[in-house]
């Protein structure tokens, strides 16, 4: 069983920016390929970016140029630096191992809501 804590949300107006981050409880995930995802309401969670052990990084379309994803193998974290914000990034954002058959459920998310 793994533990993730996802932390860093809150409401920020557009053009803000936030840093989230996720503590994963086991030490091996750091050599995991991870991933941050989101969940608006009334729709389906979605992948926001991933970044591989060799630190290489990939985004949706949309995120692309304003979010930039890290790994911090000596806190077992991953986080997330989202700028430039936009009411659309308004989603509760979770982070898990890209690996579904390493997966053993998901956190519970913190809520991100831009907003004027």
């Known amino acids: 069983q793994v533990q993730i804590v996802e932390s860093g949300g809150g409401l920020v107006q557009p053009g803000g920016s936030l840093r989230l981050s996720c503590q994963f409880s086991r030490i091996d995930w750091n050599s995991r390929t991870m991933a941050w995802y989101r969940q608006a309401p009334g729709a389906e969670r979605e992948w926001v970016a991933t970044i591989r052990s060799d630190l290489r990084s990939y985004y949706t379309a949309s995120v692309s140029g304003r979010f930039t994803i890290y790994r911090d193998g000596a806190r077992n974290m991953i986080r997330l630096h989202m700028n430039n914000l936009k009411p659309e990034d308004t989603a509760v954002y979770y982070c898990?191992?890209?690996?579904?058959?390493?997966?053993?459920?998901w956190g519970q998310g913190t809520q991100v809501t831009v907003s004027s």
């Open positions: 898990n191992t890209m690996d579904e058959r390493a997966r053993s459920g």
